[in-house]
């Protein structure tokens, strides 16, 4: 059996990314990701990103280590990595989260996020609660802390909260 391994980290965009920018980097997680059974959410929110990454340990740290190394991404830094008895996000489906729903009308698995509460129910679909571990936390801190910096107001900003 494969140990699985969870990484957690934060990093900042190299510019402001667009709902195409999110797609299409939305589409290539989940076609490389699904090569190595690798699982994972990531929040971006008004330029900054909080990503966990789940699965076997080489391709955690590889995927980690392109991450790092893309020029989209600066100011990434390990918050936790370790051996995990399981996944923490298994199971969800790809959700977005937009402080406006308009923009997102068909998008599968979408959820409005306007406050760090909501994100207890991020991935609900057709009344099945997915399992949320205790790295959802990290998600509203994060999300918590972008709304103080930018005054207290999200206004236009995207906030995508993608499983793989």
């Known amino acids: 059996m494969v140990r699985l391994y969870q990484l957690v980290f934060t990093g900042a965009a190299t510019r402001v990314l667009d709902i195409e920018d999110l797609l299409q980097m939305l589409d290539q997680s989940r076609a490389d990701n699904m090569k190595h059974n690798v699982t994972g959410v990531l ?5 900054g990103f ?18 790092r190394n893309d020029d989209r991404n600066k100011d990434v830094d390990p ?18 989260a937009f402080p406006s ?3 997102v009308q068909d ?13 207890d ?6 009344g099945a609660v997915p399992v949320i571990g205790p790295t959802v936390d990290l998600f509203k801190r994060f999300y918590d802390r ?12 995207l906030c995508l ?4």
Do not use: C, H, T
């Open 146 to 157: 972008s709304l103080a910096q930018s005054g207290g107001e999200f206004k236009d900003d």
């Open 161 to 164: 909260f993608v499983n793989y």
């Open 50 to 67: 909080l990503q966990v990454l789940e699965g076997p340990k080489g391709d955690i740290l590889r995927l980690y280590e392109l991450i």
């Open 121 to 126: 129910q991020v991935g609900v679909e057709d």
């Open 107 to 119: 998008v599968k698995g979408f959820s409005v996020v306007q406050s760090s509460d909501d994100f």
């Open 79 to 96: 918050i936790n990595v370790g051996p995990i008895e399981e996944r923490e996000f298994n199971g969800w489906s790809m959700g977005f």
């Open 43 to 47: 929040l971006y929110l008004s330029g």
């Open 101 to 103: 729903l308009d923009r």
